[in-house]
């Protein structure tokens, strides 16, 4: 039987932005306040969503909307903007293209995360004489991430699995690690579904440091 697990991974914060500070006078990153702005023109308003300078907490504004009529947006929209909706502010914050058209360096250091873990099946690996486990079944691991920021997959590996990037490249090469899909393990950053076949046999630890519980229960915070 296949234990299978999704990895569900959510940004705690969104990532900073780059762009020069008139008030610093040089480059300065700025965070996402979560906060709009609106401004009325008899019947048409621009929308900006709000930065702040992480030194000196000026503010840069980020056109969304100018000169539109309220009831030309999607229904529910405008509320939206109007009551600072959470969700919508880390949909334009992790936005790659929307920033970009600001003239905005994308920082995606500052962004943590953490791993929530779903299990379909919760099968136990039996402990053998000398702490081996009984395990010659794959573990399916489901990545799902609502949010682009630059994770590669490698990474994520090495931290629910507790081991090193090296040790994953020495696991991928042996084909103990595989995905269903033509991509490089090494070098592909997680942007949607992806699925990972893992040898769990191959990958658990002699010792009895390490089940497969363990991995299947895991929740990192980065």
């Keep these: 039987m296949i234990n299978e697990t999704t990895w569900r991974i959510k940004p705690t914060n969104t990532p900073n932005i780059i762009r020069h500070c008139s008030k610093c006078n040089r ?13 009325a023109n008899q019947s048409r308003v621009d929308i900006w969503l709000i ?15 100018k000169g539109i009529r309220p009831h030309d947006l999607p229904t529910g929209l405008f509320d ?12 334009y914050g992790f936005d790659r293209s929307f920033l970009g058209q600001h003239g905005c360096t994308v920082d995606y250091a500052n962004v943590g995360y953490v791993v929530e873990c779903d299990n379909k099946h919760s099968n136990r ?27 590669k997959l490698s990474a994520l590996l090495a931290k629910m699995i507790n081991t090193s990037i090296g040790q994953i490249k020495r696991h991928v090469e ?49």
């Design 80 to 91: 939206k903007f109007v009551d600072n909706d959470a969700v919508l502010a880390w949909d």
């Design 125 to 151: 690996c039996s402990c053998e004489q000398g702490n081996r486990y009984n395990c010659d079944f794959p573990l399916l691991v489901h990545v799902d991430s609502q949010h682009s920021f630059d994770l």
């Design 51 to 65: 930065y702040k300078c992480t030194k000196c907490d000026s503010t840069l504004k980020l056109t969304i909307y």
């Design 174 to 222: 042996m084909g103990q690690i595989s995905v269903d899909s033509e991509i490089n393990i090494m070098k592909y950053r997680i942007k949607a579904d992806q699925r990972v076949s893992i040898s769990i046999s191959s990958l658990i630890s002699a010792s009895c440091d390490t089940t497969l519980s363990s991995i299947l229960e895991r929740v990192i915070d980065i």
């Design 27 to 39: 480059k300065m990153a700025y965070y996402c306040s979560e906060k709009f702005r609106a401004n």
